[in-house]
């Protein structure tokens, strides 16, 4: 008799560590999906991190936002990174000439907006920002008139983290860019 009670013990205690396996899989299982589900959470945050809004841009480039007037963001697309600073896209429309934004450009140190057709300036704008989802309503319309600027000039070899402004005169409205890098 006391080898089945021995037996009896026994199919207990296999029992119990059963269940404790099957509560500490479960648990197991429970705690792999949290940390997923966090480390995706991460993840989101630091590609967020890396870019800022079109006036954000302006001010990281030393630009006075202050001279803006009377518009309206209609468009703001940050790229992703990883990285150092997303690529960034943003279209304000404005409800009348910013002239004194504009002019402000025009310094001893740089040449300001230029009224020069350049399709080499098109056709940069056009591949940086080519993998930025850009509704063709915000997108540069080159058939029409605009002025251009880019920070630190335009004949250079790297363009990592500069400022691109186009800006469409009959639209009264500007397109700001951030290469990133």
Not at 120 to 148: G, H, P, Q
Not at 159 to 165: A, I, K
């Amino acid at each position: 008799m006391r080898s089945s009670g021995v037996s009896a013990g026994r199919r207990s205690g296999i029992r119990r560590r059963k269940v404790i396996k099957g509560i500490a899989m479960k648990l197991k299982s429970k705690i792999n999906v949290a940390l997923l589900i966090s480390s995706l959470i991460c993840t989101l945050v630091c590609v967020g991190c890396g870019s800022a809004n079109v006036i954000n841009v302006l001010k990281m480039h030393n630009f006075d936002a202050a001279l803006l007037n009377d518009y309206k963001i209609v468009c703001d697309i940050k790229g992703e990174t990883f990285t150092g600073r997303a690529p960034s896209y943003g279209v304000l429309v404005f409800e009348s000439q910013p002239t004194a934004f504009l002019q402000s450009f025009s310094t001893d140190k740089t040449e300001g907006f230029s009224s020069e057709k350049n399709e080499a300036f098109e056709n940069l704008i056009d591949s940086s920002f080519s993998s930025l989802k850009i509704s063709n309503e915000y997108r540069s319309d080159w058939n029409e008139k605009y002025t251009w600027f880019v920070s630190g000039g335009f004949e250079r070899a790297n363009y990592s983290d500069t400022l691109f402004m186009i800006y469409f005169t009959d639209d009264l409205k500007l397109i700001v860019c951030e290469s990133g890098h």
